[in-house]
């Protein structure tokens, strides 16, 4: 689904795949996730709006997610079966493509900073567990207590999904498997990135790692095609290299970009993997597509207006 293209700056964020249910999502959830969306896509227009860079959209933009307790990442990651909490994270920049990458951190207030500052400041593109967090200490990076990061919602998910592993029954609550916050960009300049930021799956082994940190899989920007911010079940979208699969479709079967990225995700989709997507093309040319009931997300062009959605219903400008 294609649902904006723009010859100036287009911003597109994910706030997740995993949705609460529509029999579960009363008129206030759904206010409070379209403000939080909001509130991520202003931060992301404004940067571009000034002629910032995508690079810099992207990460402010996902910044805010994680910074708000209802999406899966940041403050509000979920936990693994040890009741601990660890965050994977990614950004690339299109330009170039640097990238750089944390997996299994926690302490940095914000794990999208600890993958930019490893882009940025390390000869490397993905730093995992002690050694990510000492890179992150002597970074400078603002870190967090562990009270910090704790929602009682999350909490209960870990203890439901425990009973239910231990009764035999784990219900097919998308929410369990999906979570993870992301944004792409194209700036005036016609650059592009992606971020991506996520706690993982609820009752996750520790030590397990998603599709978000791992470059071509989870998270991918090439200014030549296209910057791509998924979320998902990781497992499936490692295996199929889902955001580097559309940019190769781009690149070499000359598909248009949401022509690649709806038929990726629908055939992950028969293979047993749900989720979705942000995309933006070279051209500006926005993708959204998802397989499963729903996704967080919105865009915002160089027209300054913020559109959201849940569902499969229309955008809606806020």
Same mark, same amino acid.
């Given at each position: 689904?294609?649902?904006?293209?723009?010859?100036?700056?287009?911003? !597109?964020?994910? #706030?997740? %795949?995993? /949705?609460?249910? *529509? =029999?579960?999502?009363?008129?206030?959830?759904? $206010? @409070?996730?379209? !403000?939080?969306? #909001?509130? %991520?896509? /202003?931060?992301? *227009? =404004?940067?571009?709006?000034?002629?910032?860079? $995508? @690079?810099?959209?992207?990460?402010?933009?996902?910044?805010?997610?994680?910074?708000?307790?209802?999406?899966?990442?940041?403050?509000? $990651?979920?936990?693994?079966?040890?009741?601990?909490?660890?965050?994977?994270?990614?950004?690339?920049?299109?330009?170039?493509?640097?990238?750089?990458?944390?997996?299994?951190?926690?302490?940095?207030?914000?794990?999208?900073?600890?993958?930019?500052?490893?882009?940025?400041?390390?000869?490397?593109?993905?730093?995992?567990?002690?050694?990510?967090?000492?890179?992150?200490?002597?970074?400078?990076?603002?870190?967090?207590?562990?009270?910090?990061?704790?929602?009682?919602?999350?909490?209960?998910?870990?203890?439901?999904?425990?009973?239910?592993?231990?009764?035999?029954?784990?219900?097919?609550?998308?929410?369990?498997?999906?979570?993870?916050?992301?944004?792409?960009?194209?700036?005036?300049?016609?650059?592009?990135?992606?971020?991506?930021?996520?706690?993982?799956?609820t009752g996750k082994l520790p030590g397990r790692v998603g599709d978000s940190p791992?470059?071509?899989?989870?998270?991918?920007?090439?200014?030549?095609?296209?910057?791509?911010?998924?979320?998902?079940?990781?497992?499936?979208?490692?295996?199929?290299?889902?955001?580097?699969?559309?940019?190769?479709?781009?690149?070499?079967?000359?598909?248009?970009?949401?022509?690649?990225?709806?038929?990726?995700?629908?055939?992950?989709?028969?293979?047993?993997?749900?989720?979705?997507?942000?995309a933006v093309g070279r051209d500006g040319t926005v993708a959204l597509p998802f397989?499963?009931?729903?996704?967080?997300?919105?865009?915002?062009?160089?027209?300054?207006?913020?559109?959201?959605?849940?569902?499969?219903?229309?955008?809606?400008?806020?």
């Amino acid at each position: 689904m294609t649902d904006s293209k723009s010859n100036g700056f287009v911003l !597109a964020i994910h #706030g997740g %795949a995993g /949705t609460l249910r *529509r =029999d579960a999502m009363t008129g206030e959830h759904a $206010a @409070l996730y379209r !403000a939080g969306l #909001g509130r %991520a896509l /202003t931060a992301g *227009r =404004d940067i571009l709006a000034r002629h910032g860079s $995508a @690079l810099d959209a992207v990460t402010e933009a996902v910044v805010t997610l994680e910074d708000d307790p209802l999406f899966n990442a940041g403050r509000g $990651a979920v936990f693994t079966r040890d009741g601990t909490q660890e965050m994977d994270a990614a950004v690339m920049d299109g330009c170039d493509r640097r990238a750089g990458a944390v997996a299994s951190i926690f302490g940095p207030r914000n794990p999208i900073l600890a993958a930019r500052a490893v882009m940025e400041r390390s000869p490397h593109v993905l730093l995992i567990g002690d050694g990510a967090i000492a890179f992150c200490r002597e970074a400078g990076l603002t870190f967090a207590e562990r009270d910090y990061f704790y929602t009682e919602a999350r909490w209960r998910a870990l203890a439901d999904t425990l009973a239910q592993e231990e009764a035999g029954c784990v219900d097919a609550d998308e929410a369990r498997r999906h979570g993870t916050v992301g944004a792409v960009a194209r700036d005036c300049a016609g650059n592009l990135a992606a971020a991506t930021s996520t706690g993982g799956m609820t009752g996750k082994l520790p030590g397990r790692v998603g599709d978000s940190p791992i470059i071509g899989a989870g998270t991918y920007a090439d200014n030549a095609t296209c910057a791509v911010s998924a979320t998902g079940h990781g497992e499936f979208f490692i295996r199929y290299a889902v955001a580097h699969e559309i940019a190769a479709r781009v690149a070499h079967a000359n598909q248009p970009l949401a022509d690649a990225a709806e038929a990726v995700i629908a055939e992950l989709g028969q293979k047993g993997g749900s989720g979705g997507l942000v995309a933006v093309g070279r051209d500006g040319t926005v993708a959204l597509p998802f397989n499963c009931a729903g996704m967080y997300r919105g865009y915002v062009t160089d027209d300054g207006i913020a559109y959201t959605a849940i569902y499969d219903e229309g955008f809606t400008a806020s």
